[in-house]
Each structure stands twice: as structure tokens, then as C-alpha cells.
């Protein structure tokens, strides 16, 4: 894959978790527009909207792999932001505090619509067709090489939902196997599991491009 997906899975063993898609560092007016919208400035407010508004429709857009869906839950993910915005203290990067505010969300948004978010059928003991050659939780060597990222992003796009879904938030957010079984109400031998099926699913994706989905059309003014 790109350099970007090659350095992702050479860290994998390192803690926390640093996501297959790299955050952008913290954005120069950044930490002002914060205090100010705090103190209840509309114009501090809509410049952290224009900072983050992509990022985030980015992220409802993977965990949820529909569009309108994700143009729905970034504008609720910004109104949530609006009223909780007094509690960031500041100890993580604000992009890190906005994007689990926004998975939480997606979250509870899922459970709404009564989905499964990870089958409990999957187990930590896969079938032997599936059986890894490695730790659950070790970097996928198998995954280097030279995709590029608009394929990666239609190969993660047509994982199955499950798959999909602690895909992007191990490998892609970040998050820690314990704290995707808490975020999906499941083992933490689950969401390993989940993922090893997510990375074999992905690699036979990327081998049969046919497969792909259609990519989702970008929305600039999100």
C-alpha cells in the first residue's frame, strides 16, 4: 500500500494505537477558536466546524458506509459539539476528543435502527480456513505494498458491516481491542477476531478490485 498505509502497519505494537489514517497535528488558531467558542462565540464555533467538518463526515462515512446517513450524523455530531464543547479539558488533542464524541454517537445511532454492531456468532476461534498465522492483535504485514488511498478507502467501504466497523476503529481511529469491546458491547476476543476476518476480507478485496463499491460521491460543503 502507500507509504502512509506501510509506516501504519510497521507501529502496530506500539501503544496507543496511532490508526491507519494518520490526524493531522494540531491546526495553528486551533486552541484560541476553542476558548472563544467556549465562551460562546459563533464565529470560534464555525471555524472549528470548517477545521473539522471533512474529518468527521470522513469518519460517519466509514462506520456507516452510507451518505446521507453520514451528512445526518456530522451535522448531529457538530450540534452535540455545540453543548459539550465546556467539557474538553484539553487531555487529548481536540480532534481525538471530537472523533470518539462522534463514533460514540454513530454508535447509538446504529443501536436505534435495532442493528447488530458485531455478530456474536464470531468467536475468537475462527474456522481453519481462517486460522491466522499471527497474534489477533499484530500488525498485518500481508497488507503492505502499493495500494493507493481511494482504493483502500472502496475496499474498506465494501467490508462487511461488522467487519467494517472495528476495522475502522482499530486500524483506522486507533482505538484499543478493550475499548471497542466497550464502545460494542462485546469481548475483547470478539473484536479480535472481527478484525482478523476484516484484514482477510480486505486482502481478498484488494486482490479482486471488481469487487470494489462505487466510491461515495465527496460533499464539499458538509
Known amino acids: 500500500m502507500s507509504s502512509m498505509m506501510l509506516e501504519a502497519q510497521q507501529g502496530m505494537q506500539t501503544k496507543p494505537n496511532p490508526g491507519l489514517f494518520k490526524r493531522n497535528p494540531p491546526i495553528a488558531g486551533e486552541a484560541e477558536a476553542i476558548e472563544r467558542a467556549k465562551e460562546g462565540d459563533p464565529d470560534a464555533f464555525s471555524k472549528l466546524y470548517a477545521l473539522h467538518k471533512r474529518r468527521v463526515y470522513t469518519l460517519c462515512l466509514r462506520m456507516l458506509g452510507n451518505v446521507s446517513e453520514a451528512e445526518d450524523m456530522t451535522q448531529e455530531a457538530f450540534l452535540h459539539l455545540f453543548r459539550k464543547l465546556g467539557s474538553f479539558r484539553g487531555e487529548s488533542a481536540f ?31 475462527p474456522s481453519e480456513d481462517d486460522a491466522p498465522k499471527r497474534d489477533f492483535g499484530s500488525r498485518d504485514q500481508q497488507l503492505a ?47 479480535k477476531s472481527q478484525l482478523h476476518k476484516a484484514r482477510l476480507k480486505l486482502r481478498e478485496l484488494l486482490r479482486n478490485p471488481e469487487q470494489l463499491a462505487v466510491p461515495a460521491p465527496g460533499k464539499e460543503g458538509v
Open 95 to 125: 480532534s481525538t476528543w471530537l472523533h470518539r464524541l462522534t463514533v460514540n454517537l454513530v454508535l447509538m445511532h446504529l443501536r436505534k435502527k435495532g442493528l447488530n454492531l458485531v455478530s456474536l456468532e464470531e468467536t475468537i476461534n
Open 145 to 191: 505494498g502499493s495500494v493507493d488511498r481511494v482504493t483502500l478507502e472502496r475496499a474498506v467501504s465494501s467490508l462487511p458491516p461488522g467487519y467494517r466497523m472495528v476495522f475502522v476503529l482499530h486500524d483506522v481511529e486507533g482505538f484499543e481491542h478493550n475499548e471497542i469491546a466497550s464502545m460494542l458491547e462485546c469481548s475483547t476476543g470478539n473484536s
